[in-house]
């Protein structure tokens, strides 16, 4: 019984750390976004996103389905365009930029940074209206 208490306590401690992590965002982590809700966007080559706002602190979540990121690699190297993007150097800018565009509540909005969390996860800090520097972002046909 003893044996079984302690094999049961780590599993207990990761998921009382991974609930702390997921109550006080600080970005960088995909346990940042779990409950956050979902919007869909797409590119000017096709592909297909999923968008994660975060409300504490106001970073984006980009997940690329693996088809649209092949598809989006394919269109840009045919095109003659890089793979990352020139603002932020990191995978998926495009997809933000293209959710910010498109949502009025963000009107103003730019990005600042952005982080490569994975191959196919991005996040990006945005400053919105009132922040210094920020730049109207318009969206791509």
Same mark, same amino acid.
């Given at each position: 019984m003893l044996s079984r208490a302690l094999s049961i306590m780590p599993i207990t401690v990761l998921a009382a750390g991974l609930s702390a992590c997921a109550s006080n965002p600080k970005g960088g982590s995909l346990s940042d976004y779990v409950g956050v809700g979902v919007t869909n966007v797409a590119t000017s080559c096709g592909g297909g996103y999923q968008v994660y706002r975060q409300p504490v602190n106001g970073r984006l979540l980009i997940v690329a389905y693996a088809v649209s990121e092949a598809r989006?690699?394919? #269109?840009?190297?045919?095109? /003659?365009? &890089?793979?990352?993007? &020139?603002?932020?150097?990191?995978?998926?800018?495009? %997809? %933000?930029?293209?959710?910010?565009?498109?949502t009025p509540a963000m009107k103003? #909005?730019?990005?600042?940074?952005?982080?490569?969390?994975?191959?196919?996860?991005?996040?990006?800090?945005?400053? #919105? &209206? /009132?922040?210094? /520097?920020?730049?109207?972002?318009?969206?791509?046909?």
């Open positions: 989006q690699s394919f #269109c840009q190297s045919w095109r /003659g365009e &890089p793979s990352v993007s &020139p603002v932020t150097g990191v995978r998926h800018e495009e %997809a %933000a930029v293209e959710y910010i565009a498109k103003g #909005c730019a990005l600042v940074s952005g982080t490569e969390i994975t191959r196919l996860h991005s996040e990006f800090t945005i400053a #919105c &209206p /009132g922040s210094s /520097g920020a730049v109207t972002i318009t969206a791509k046909d």
